[in-house]
């Protein structure tokens, strides 16, 4: 598994590298000394976890992950004890004290490596939905049969998500985290945290602001994608 080290001194990401090299498991990709420098390399990087400090300059560990749409694993590690019920909290799969042992950090790996086994086999089990299959919409008194081959973006309002299609414009009960779990990620894909594109939709791609492209539908949408979704836009769709 790819990790990346967040912490503000230089020593403690230093020992926890040495630490980690007697587990053959994990392969160290980068690290990072604030919050704004980790954000980069999460998104450059894609790690599968982190071994993320508390107390930064700046912005602290817990508002480092509410910035990320989609965060890795995480394993906090911190020489303080207070945090960690919050860090159970925001779903975090361990919380090392330091001075950090050989031991913990063993524990911890394995906790990590049982959830990316999990996620994997949950993946693979699970009825993925392809452009070429159809869904029953209803919306009020209308209901349409709509193959997906023909959903340009799916667009979260609410509680609800909005479909186009055609010149339909329907609404489901149904969250936008819940149609990525369930559609095709060749075909569709989570643009923002607000919009799922169908890629054969796709016209024309340009720069946008920041190192972020938008994205012009043949329907007519104009989809912006976010930072570290622009990275994997690029990956996904070059050779």
Do not use: C
């Not at 925001?90 to 004290?97: E, F, G, Q, W």
């Not at 790996?109 to 009825?127: F, G, N, P, S």
Request: proline share 4%.
């Amino acid at each position: 598994m790819k990790a990346l080290i967040i912490d503000d001194t230089r020593l403690a990401r230093q020992e926890l590298k040495h630490l980690l090299k007697d587990l053959p498991d994990v392969q160290v990709v980068g690290e990072a000394a604030e919050a704004e420098e980790a954000i980069e390399k999460i998104g450059e990087l894609q790690p599968d976890l982190l071994f993320l400090d508390i107390q930064m300059p700046g912005k602290d560990g817990f508002a480092l992950l509410e910035e990320l749409e989609d965060a890795p694993e995480v394993i906090f590690t911190t020489a303080y004890d207070q945090y960690a019920l919050k860090a159970f909290e925001v779903n975090a799969l361990d919380y090392l004290t330091k001075p950090i042992t050989q031991d913990r950090l063993s524990g911890a790996i394995e906790k990590v490596k049982e959830r990316l086994e999990t996620r994997a086999d949950l993946t693979q089990a699970r009825k993925v939905l392809t452009e070429k299959h159809q869904v029953f919409v209803k919306e009020g008194d209308y209901a349409w049969f709509v193959p997906l081959y023909k959903v340009r973006v799916f667009e979260v309002v609410g509680s609800y998500s909005r479909l186009y299609f055609e010149d339909q414009q329907p609404m489901i009960h149904k969250s936008l985290n819940y149609l990525e779990g369930k559609l095709d990620p060749e075909v569709f894909f989570r643009a923002n945290r607000q919009q799922i594109v169908n890629l054969n939709w796709v016209e024309r791609v340009e720069p946008w602001f920041s190192g972020t492209i938008k994205l012009y539908l043949k329907g007519g949408e104009e989809v912006e994608v976010s930072r570290r979704q622009s990275i994997r836009f690029r990956e996904h769709m070059s050779f």
